[in-house]
């Protein structure tokens, strides 16, 4: 069972660390991402909505 499975993002990082991420990286709106084994897509999901990355 994987233990991540029930949490919104199935990742060691909290949604707090993929935002500050995504300040950091701070993706153009259109910019492509790629996140292979992605689980929910939650990471790519929340970048759509606050970097606009398609």
Known sequence: M?????HRVCNPFTS???A???QAISPSPGTRVLDLACGKGEL???WARD???T
């Open 51 to 53: 970097h606009g990355v």
């Open 20 to 22: 500050i991420l995504g």
């Open 16 to 18: 707090e660390k993929l």
């Open 44 to 46: 790519l999901c929340t």
């Open 2 to 6: 994987i233990r991540e499975s029930s």
